[in-house]
């Protein structure tokens, strides 16, 4: 195998050898000369019409040779390979690099290394010596992957590969493989934490791999996933199947669901239809049969019902009364009162659990205020506010930490901001944790079975591993908000003040869901850090989530804050269509009403721009 500047990435030339010693042939007895060409150099080369198959009815299919069968004889696929023992020099840095989620391991990518590889006959598409060259082939390798994968992995695979043959490929025939769908899959796992990869998330995940080959697409770049320099989809789709492709994908990532449904292989869609109407509010895992599990069940719910009622009755409560009379030491004198009221009382009784529940959400409210008037006054954060925000870090497995990510955000500290949100992400299990939002009632909420398992305890303590209260911020709090959530302070018109309830009180305030709020911070602190690849992946799960968790109580401020992302990444049409389906979910007290004129405007100002 030998390589020169002209060879590209994944692919090399063959050298012909002599038999009895290590040393380069001039002449080729065993063979026509029509498999070999000397070069400049004096070498004989191997073309890659080595052994070419020349039998009726056979199809080139890359570097296959395919039969399609008949009547009497099964389908045949034929690779001629030469096996080369050594592991390819560009797969060496694929060695070192560990996924976030610790996929491939250490181990995996060692044995990796001991399979070595095969070069096959097919010359890239914009290569100067197509009829030399030979592509390296790591399919061992990548079999030994393809078994490690679980269970949900391999059915992600396996609809990708469905959408393929059944929605993409009969309007762009060959435009896009099975192996770039595969490669695109190992790359959603190298950079996604294992524990997403569940079989209640699998269209989450399907939506994933979805999005990451429309961005392949875009880029009209597929990385090979242990060659990346080797990018699959070079010289094979042009500007036209590019477009086509756009088109065809767009809708299939916006209504996946919809999208299976029309898969007629292995009666997919019927199926997933019969299903959905057999369980249309439900995640699997819901219907219990057994003693056991009706018990988890029950006290699942209760214990969801007391976090909800704590959220609802006496933090929201007391927040709206803060924001009401404008006075931030009414949150001081509340801690206060329940340091009192937790000390008066002897045994351990529900008032002493209300308690100390309440005091850490109300320690973090106050650390915020006092960060954002040392940021208005152009001080660092102090320490008296780190020290609240400290006291109030358990108040739930996320929140309070995305009040103090987020100060430290607005106060330029993005290596800390990293930090704590890493912490965060590290924390929020996606198969345990269930959102808690006290600022209206009358939802239904989908509990997951982790969450319903950790309950079994009926230790209200958990509350700092398996509940994620919605993240508030009050006016007096606007310098611990970046600008793009600001607006939620501002969302209502007189018309609209006209038509609030009391209950809408919460809506003077910047209110998110914490998971979406923890991607947007990611997103916003990547592109402050210039990590590009880590800013990308935040902005796909803040999409993902919007779409596939049913149980966010904000996601109209959520879409707002994503349409305000893909305006920064110059994705206008995009944005759009977020703040409308925005203002579909809340047509009143919304900002996707502010987001749409302000992106019209700048619409209407570049077209007015002469080029």
Known sequence: MIKDETTPPGYCLLQNLRVDEPSSCTCIFHRTHEDFCADGKGRMLIKNSYNKNDREGYVVNGPAHTYPGS??????????????????????????????????????????????????????????NQQLEWRISTSTAERYLVFSLNITQIRCYILMKMILKTLISPQCEDAISSYMCKTVLFHCIHTSHLNQWQEHNLLACLKCCLVSLQDCVKQINCPHFIIP?????????????????LAVLEPIIQCEVWALMDIPIDDLGMRLQEKMTMLPMYPPGFYYHSAVNVSSEVSGHLMYTFFYLLRLGSYSKIIRLVRKEMNPFLLFNTISILGKIYSAVESDTPQKSVCRLLAPQFCSSLGSVMASTNIDTGSSISHIALAWFSAGLNSDVSSSRLKLASALYCAGEMERTEYVLSNVEEKYDLDVVAPVCGCSGNYTMALKPGFLSKCDTGNEELIKDIVAFCVVFMRCEINCVPQELQYEMFRATQEDLLERDEDDGWIDCAVVDSLPYLYFLQYKTYRHLQRGADQQRALLHLATTIDTDRNLRHRETALNLLGQCLEQENRYDAALCCYIKSRNIRTRNNAANIHICKLLSTISLRRRVPP
């Not at 096996?83 to 976030?100: D, F, N, R, V, Y």
């Not at 320099?229 to 492709?245: F, R």
Request: contains cysteine; hydrophobic residues 35%.
């Open 71 to 128: 009547d009497l004889f099964s389908a045949i696929d034929e690779v001629t390979a030469f096996q080369c023992k050594s592991w390819p020099e560009e797969a060496q840095l694929w060695l070192s690099q560990e996924g976030i989620g610790g996929w491939p391991t250490e181990e995996m990518r060692r044995y990796c290394e001991t399979t070595g590889c095969f070069v096959v006959p097919v010359g890239s598409k914009h290569g100067s």
């Open 229 to 245: 320099e080797n990018n699959l989809m070079a010289g094979k789709i042009s500007y036209p199947v590019q477009q086509q492709l």
